[in-house]
């Protein structure tokens, strides 16, 4: 080879590196910080179904949760209350059965019954006679009874409960077939010959009504009216009740077992309470003024109607020879006992009412369910 393609040649080839070229350095992912999430456990979100309310995915949206993500109580209240308020139900018809067994079917009860009817009227508080004047006209009644229906269907439409709105319209029905139905097929033998109304009057038709009007008002209402809905609903249906015995169209055992079968009914009603029929979970909270009201109604209730029957227990030993001592304590018992037994069933329907619609979950237990944390903004590279 020449010398100038030599020197070609030399010139074409690259020199000889005194260090090895360094390997490319990887370039780090760009990171974005997005909000903080809790995770859901596998097994957790596994153990929910996966159909969801639309208040539970946008609960569940707005905690950032998976959306298999479902709170068991946005959709049901818990399985304890739903089996409390079966079992207080059966109860509450229970005792109807029975008060009307004792004072159907023996002889004292019917005594008691007729001592009652007969001179109730002559021995009511002077001051409340407007009350029971005006309720005396059924018409008045019947007027009542339908307004309280319109403003409890508006309540329910006004705030989109149309499971609740079914619930009350079933349970309405029932009650009144029940009333109406077993007034026309309960037995009444007349067992002493001196009674003066040997008739049967059993459930009271005025009574069903003007209770399951008090009840629907307690359930169609929300929770921030719902104390109030429940003085209004004990001062109508026990006016009602009382006025039927004034004015001699029913016995007052005919308006106690009215009272216990429309509570057990409306408990029995509450057990298929559902998402649309409670209340947002934003919305619940305990009710300090509920608790009052539902456990001063309740021990009133209960005390009223033991003194009433402690007050029976005495005069028995004077029914069968019409003494004159048994008269007044017969009166004090009737209005004991009717409004004892009316305070206690509508307090207990309160109490049932708040622990189905209003079970504090761990979403949303107070006000608004909370907001996801926001992410801070990343700053600047340098």
Not at 268 to 282: H, N, P, W
């Amino acid at each position: 080879m020449s010398e100038p393609a030599a020197a070609l040649q030399a010139q074409a080839e690259p020199a000889p590196s005194a260090e090895p070229a360094p390997e490319p350095v990887p370039q780090p992912e760009p990171v974005t910080l997005t909000e903080s999430v809790t995770p859901v456990e596998p097994e957790r979100a596994s153990a929910v179904p996966q159909t969801q309310s639309r208040e539970s995915r946008a609960v569940a949206a707005a905690l950032g949760l998976d959306e298999t993500y479902k709170d068991p109580l946005l959709r049901a209240p818990r399985r304890s209350s739903v089996v409390l308020c079966v079992v207080l139900g059966a109860l509450f018809i229970a005792m109807a059965a029975l008060m009307w067994w004792e004072t159907v079917r023996t002889t004292i009860g019917q005594q008691y019954d007729d001592l009652v009817w007969e001179t109730f009227k002559d021995s009511f508080p002077v001051f409340l006679a407007p009350i029971v004047n005006f309720f005396t006209h059924s018409t008045y009644v019947i007027a009542v009874i339908v307004a309280i229906g319109i403003v409890s269907v508006i309540m329910v439409i006004v705030r989109h409960r149309w499971r609740l709105l079914v619930q009350l319209v079933a349970f309405a029905l029932v009650s009144f077939l029940c009333g109406y139905t077993l007034k026309r097929i309960l037995p009444r033998t007349s067992l002493d010959p001196s009674l003066a109304n040997p008739a049967n009057s059993s459930p009271s038709g005025h009574s069903v009504a003007a209770f399951a009007a008090a009840v629907v008002l307690i359930l169609a209402v929300p929770l921030s009216l719902r104390s109030i809905a429940a003085v209004v609903s004990f001062i109508f249906a026990t006016s009602v009740g009382l006025s039927v015995v004034v004015e001699k169209w029913h016995r007052p055992s005919d308006v106690i077992v009215a009272f216990l079968l429309v509570t057990g009914l409306a408990l029995i009603t509450l057990a298929f309470t559902r998402a649309s029929g409670m209340d947002k979970a934003g919305a619940r909270r305990s009710s300090p003024s509920l608790q009052i009201l539902a456990t001063v109604m309740i021990v009133a209730g209960v005390f009223g109607t033991l003194f009433a029957g402690y007050l029976v227990w005495n005069i028995v030993p004077g029914l069968g020879q019409e003494a004159a001592w048994t008269v007044s304590a017969a009166q004090g018992s009737a209005l004991l006992g009717i409004s004892g037994i009316s305070a206690f069933s509508l307090g207990t329907i309160l109490a049932m009412r708040q622990i189905t619609a209003s079970p504090l979950s761990t979403i949303g237990r107070v006000g608004a369910p909370p907001a996801p944390p926001v992410a801070s903004q990343p700053s600047p590279r340098q």
